[in-house]
């Protein structure tokens, strides 16, 4: 079994040849589940003719001319999930066939396999590969002053710079606050601000309050309040002294 790793913007071809069925079926779902997922390492791997553990690099002169190969496809988005984009990848590497029926049949969207007869050994296949992702999403990777970072290492450190970039701070002047006269408050506007409320303030506030809004969870509105403000006015006033020095509303209320 002969399987290659491309970029595809942020997707993953794996190329899978006929023959893998004559090798055990663990083994090629070991080999492709770890280059998904990322337990082995990125560069492509070959396990033809190989225990699951044994592994060696890809090499295109493994796979033969004209021969029968399948592609699986990894990750493409589902508003290009059609016969059309199928067939257009499968040209890039040689004469499209078929697909199989999980694809037809959409059981597994993030999955498509097709068939295709190679024309020529799969050199330049990621070359192709790039121009054809270029004229569907716009780029393959990432572009940073005209040169493009294709490998995970090499966008993992753009990306890093970038945003480094963004939080570091700059050395140099600012501008500061020294000698700027702000509006100030005198030192009794500033005590004024802690006295606590007097019995007339109190009751003004009661008296201009709408009657219909009630103060608490108990239900008595100001209307109550007003009603009978004679009686409750030194209740009142004992919670606001309670409360302003000490925190503590008077329980009585």
């Given at each position: 079994?002969?399987i290659s790793?491309y970029f595809?913007?942020?997707?993953?071809i794996?190329?899978e040849?006929s023959?893998s069925y004559?090798?055990?079926?663990?083994a090629?779902?070991?080999?492709?589940?770890?280059?998904r997922?990322?337990s082995?390492?990125?560069?492509?791997?070959?396990?033809?003719?190989?225990?699951?553990?044994?592994?060696?690099e890809?090499?295109?002169?493994?796979?033969?001319?004209?021969?029968?190969?399948?592609i699986?496809?990894?990750?493409?988005?589902?508003?290009?999930?059609?016969?059309?984009?199928?067939?257009?990848?499968?040209?890039?590497?040689?004469?499209f066939l078929?697909?199989?029926?999980d694809?037809?049949l959409?059981?597994?969207?993030?999955?498509?396999?097709?068939?295709?007869?190679?024309?020529?050994?799969?050199?330049?296949?990621k070359?192709?590969?790039?121009?054809?992702?270029?004229?569907?999403?716009?780029?393959?990777?990432?572009?940073?002053?005209?040169?493009?970072a294709q490998?995970?290492?090499?966008?993992?450190?753009?990306?890093?710079?970038y945003?480094?970039?963004?939080?570091?701070?700059?050395?140099?002047?600012?501008?500061?606050l020294d000698?700027?006269s702000?509006?100030r408050?005198?030192e009794?506007?500033n005590a004024?601000?802690?006295?606590?409320?007097?019995?007339?303030?109190?009751?003004?506030?009661d008296m201009?309050s709408?009657?219909?809004?009630?103060?608490?969870?108990?239900?008595?509105?100001?209307?109550?309040?007003?009603?009978?403000w004679y009686?409750?006015?030194?209740?009142?006033?004992?919670?606001?002294?309670?409360?302003?020095?000490?925190e503590?509303?008077?329980?009585?209320?």
């Amino acid at each position: 079994m002969g399987i290659s790793d491309y970029f595809l913007g942020c997707n993953r071809i794996f190329l899978e040849s006929s023959s893998s069925y004559s090798a055990p079926k663990w083994a090629s779902q070991t080999a492709l589940s770890g280059l998904r997922y990322g337990s082995l390492p990125r560069e492509a791997v070959c396990t033809e003719n190989l225990t699951p553990w044994e592994m060696k690099e890809w090499n295109p002169s493994l796979v033969a001319s004209k021969r029968t190969v399948w592609i699986k496809i990894l990750s493409l988005p589902v508003h290009v999930w059609d016969e059309e984009a199928f067939k257009q990848i499968g040209d890039q590497f040689g004469e499209f066939l078929d697909f199989d029926e999980d694809t037809i049949l959409r059981r597994i969207l993030d999955v498509a396999r097709i068939k295709i007869y190679t024309i020529e050994k799969l050199k330049g296949v990621k070359g192709r590969l790039r121009e054809w992702n270029k004229e569907e999403y716009g780029s393959i990777a990432l572009k940073v002053n005209g040169e493009w970072a294709q490998t995970l290492m090499e966008v993992r450190r753009v990306v890093v710079k970038y945003f480094r970039n963004q939080v570091t701070e700059e050395g140099g002047d600012r501008l500061r606050l020294d000698g700027v006269s702000f509006q100030r408050i005198s030192e009794d506007q500033n005590a004024l601000l802690v006295v606590p409320f007097t019995r007339e303030e109190i009751e003004v506030v009661d008296m201009e309050s709408y009657g219909n809004k009630s103060p608490g969870p108990d239900g008595f509105n100001f209307a109550y309040f007003k009603r009978f403000w004679y009686l409750m006015k030194d209740e009142i006033r004992i919670m606001f002294d309670q409360f302003h020095p000490n925190e503590v509303i008077h329980k009585n209320l």
